[in-house]
């Protein structure tokens, strides 16, 4: 089983104190600064997406290099490798790839200005003239002893990394608080039938 951050909505305050975490992570491991994860707002409500490190990952399925491969536990990402086709971020279910690229701009410290694209443009198909766009995925900051940086950091524990321990650990509660429920309302003759619907005998 693959491991992968699961974000809790209902603890998440939008502070994107993750997203930073993320970019200076990876900037430090000189990757892609762009973070590996979006905070989404959906009216009063927040939360982070981020790559779910699918079993069956679309993403790696598409590559036509092979820069998205399966890992140990994980769906890891060759930023070397990627030509920056964009077809993962097409075939994402969750919208979790983003194509992003540092220009030559600044680089060294040589600032020149570069054309940009127009602002009309869809960001996932935006270019920039000398920039070299490559996909940016959730690595579960791999090259970290300490696991991910946005679970690290985040100021109410809404970000957690789930393995294969935790899913059974997490099962094991809810069969648990099922068989307390179960056991405090029994089911007796007066109980409505159109309550035991769907309910195996």
């Known amino acids: 089983m693959n491991r992968f951050v699961i974000a809790e909505p209902r603890k998440c305050i939008g502070c994107n104190t993750c997203m930073a975490a993320c970019t200076e992570s990876h900037k430090k491991q000189g990757l892609q600064a762009h973070p590996r994860l979006a905070v989404m707002r959906t009216g009063d409500?927040?939360?982070?997406?981020?790559?779910?490190?699918?079993?069956?990952?679309?993403?790696?399925?598409?590559?036509?290099?092979?820069?998205?491969?399966?890992?140990?536990?994980?769906i890891l990402l060759d930023e070397?490798?990627?030509?920056?086709?964009?077809?993962?971020?097409?075939?994402?279910?969750?919208?979790?790839?983003?194509?992003?690229?540092?220009?030559?701009?600044?680089?060294?410290?040589?600032a020149t200005a570069t054309p940009r694209h127009s602002a009309a443009l869809d960001p996932l198909l935006a270019?920039?003239?000398?920039?070299?766009?490559?996909?940016?995925?959730?690595d579960l900051c791999a090259f970290s002893g300490d696991g991910p940086a946005c679970v690290r950091v985040?100021?109410?524990?809404?970000?957690?990394?789930?393995?294969?321990?935790?899913?059974?650990?997490?099962?094991?509660?809810?069969?648990?608080?099922?068989?307390?429920?179960?056991?405090?309302?029994?089911?007796?003759?007066?109980?409505?039938l159109a309550s035991l619907e769907g309910l195996d005998p």
């Open 45 to 74: 409500d927040t939360g982070p997406v981020l790559c779910h490190q699918c079993e069956d990952a679309p993403c790696a399925r598409v590559c036509p290099v092979n820069a998205i491969t399966h890992g140990a536990d994980a």
């Open 154 to 192: 985040c100021p109410t524990a809404a970000l957690y990394a789930a393995d294969a321990d935790a899913t059974r650990q997490a099962a094991a509660v809810k069969r648990t608080l099922a068989a307390i429920a179960v056991s405090s309302a029994p089911v007796g003759l007066e109980t409505p």
């Open 80 to 110: 070397q490798a990627c030509i920056g086709c964009k077809m993962c971020a097409l075939a994402c279910p969750f919208g979790a790839i983003t194509p992003s690229g540092t220009g030559i701009a600044g680089v060294a410290g040589i």
């Open 127 to 138: 270019w920039e003239i000398g920039v070299r766009s490559v996909a940016v995925k959730c």
